[in-house]
């Protein structure tokens, strides 16, 4: 079965520079999560698309954007990128219309910002 | 305040062993979902189990089932005869519904050592 493709897999960055992460949900998934998960710490949600909408927003920074694409797939762009910004990015799916189902993650980007 | 609380940062159970992971919730939603990942050493997230909050009989898939007590707001995931790959970093979750979609709420995890 598909499953929630992220690209790429590990980056490495510098400080200030810009990093494009991409998240290809699963076929007719309506819904696209973005969360970050710092070294020992749980996934926060930062931004959520429903139908290539954005519907919530959590602790993402104003430096980060994210937009979901007309084939479904999104991508979290991030910007003058920080030391603090290290960390596991996932992209997680989920099909929400008619009472939902569980969100499916993709195996995450592991950004290093040197 | 925390909406997942996960209390036990580590634990350790001997293979072949039932072990106990503890999940609290707070919500004042009627509808919602409460979900167990697990996080392997490499990192992804692998969905495991699903409990509804209308949901009657606990849920079970597998070597794991869930002990939902809903008065108590517990959501305890348990795991029959553990094996030495079970050994992983243990999420409890909470979906909570927000602007007509959802959003998974994490608590801080239990990180599971099976012993051989």
């Known amino acids: 079965a598909a499953g929630v493709i992220q690209s790429p897999r590990h980056l490495i960055k510098e400080k200030r520079e810009t990093a494009t992460l991409k998240c290809y949900p699963i076929?007719?998934?309506?819904?696209v999560y973005w969360y970050q998960q710092g070294p020992g710490q749980d996934p926060q949600f930062l931004i959520s698309?429903?139908?290539?909408?954005?519907?919530d927003k959590g602790s993402i920074p104003d430096r980060f954007s994210a937009q979901q694409f007309s084939d479904y797939h999104s991508e979290l762009n991030m910007s003058s990128l920080e030391l603090g910004d290290s960390a596991l990015y996932f992209c997680?799916?989920?099909?929400?219309?008619?009472?939902?189902?569980?969100?499916?993650f993709g195996q995450g980007t592991r950004l290093t910002v040197v | 305040a925390q909406k997942i609380t996960q209390t036990q940062p580590g634990m350790f159970v001997q293979e072949k062993e039932a072990v106990t992971l503890d999940c609290t919730y707070d919500?004042?939603?009627?509808?919602?979902?409460l979900f167990w990942y697990k996080q392997p050493s490499s990192g992804e997230m692998i969905f495991l189990i699903y409990?509804?909050?209308?949901?009657?009989q606990n849920a079970t898939e597998g070597r794991y089932s869930l002990n939902f007590q809903k008065a108590r707001k517990s959501a305890n995931l348990v795991i029959s005869a553990s094996q030495l790959g079970d050994s992983a970093m243990y999420f409890c979750?909470?979906?909570?519904?927000?602007?007509?979609?959802?959003?998974?709420?994490f608590g801080t995890g239990t990180r599971l050592k099976v012993l051989a």
């Open positions: 698309f429903y139908e290539k909408m954005q519907s």
């Open positions: 997680a799916s989920s099909f929400t219309w008619a009472g939902g189902t569980e969100a499916f």
């Open positions: 979750a909470m979906r909570e519904q927000t602007s007509g979609t959802y959003k998974y709420i």
């Open positions: 919500t004042s939603d009627q509808s919602y979902g």
């Open positions: 409990q509804g909050s209308y949901d009657e």
């Open positions: 076929p007719r998934h309506d819904t």
